[in-house]
């Protein structure tokens, strides 16, 4: 029913930028929540960065000063700008909606299937 489809990562030298991107799909009737997690190997789902409805937003300390997220409430998409990369940034990337959808009287977690994103020389 939902899709959650995430796009731009890929390979970019420290000091690099990239944009991501998830659009989300489906019978929503309202987002609540989106969010970016990323998880490098052998290690455990990090929250990046957080917006809620009311455009609130916050970020963890590791990213802090250099990823800005955003949306495009018309798209249903959420962004993530990720400026100064640095190979500590190196993970998969994944997005999460905490969304109503039409045909349930709930909200429940969404999620991408993950783009990489990989900083080295």
């Known amino acids: 029913q939902v899709h959650m489809v995430e796009s731009g990562g890929g390979l970019v030298q420290p000091g690099g930028s990239l944009r991501l991107s998830c659009a989300a799909s489906?019978?929503?009737?309202?987002?609540?929540?989106m969010a970016w997690y990323r998880q490098a190997p052998e290690k455990g789902r990090e929250l990046v960065a957080t917006m809620t409805s009311d455009g609130s937003t916050s970020y963890g300390d590791s990213v802090k000063g250099r990823f800005t997220i955003s949306r495009d409430n018309a798209k249903n998409t959420v962004y993530l700008q990720m400026n100064s990369l640095k190979p500590e940034d190196t993970a998969v990337y994944y997005c999460k909606a905490v969304m109503r959808l039409a045909s349930a009287n709930y909200n429940a977690q969404y999620w991408g299937q993950g783009t990489q994103v990989t900083v080295s020389s």
């Open positions: 489906g019978d929503i009737l309202s987002i609540n929540i």
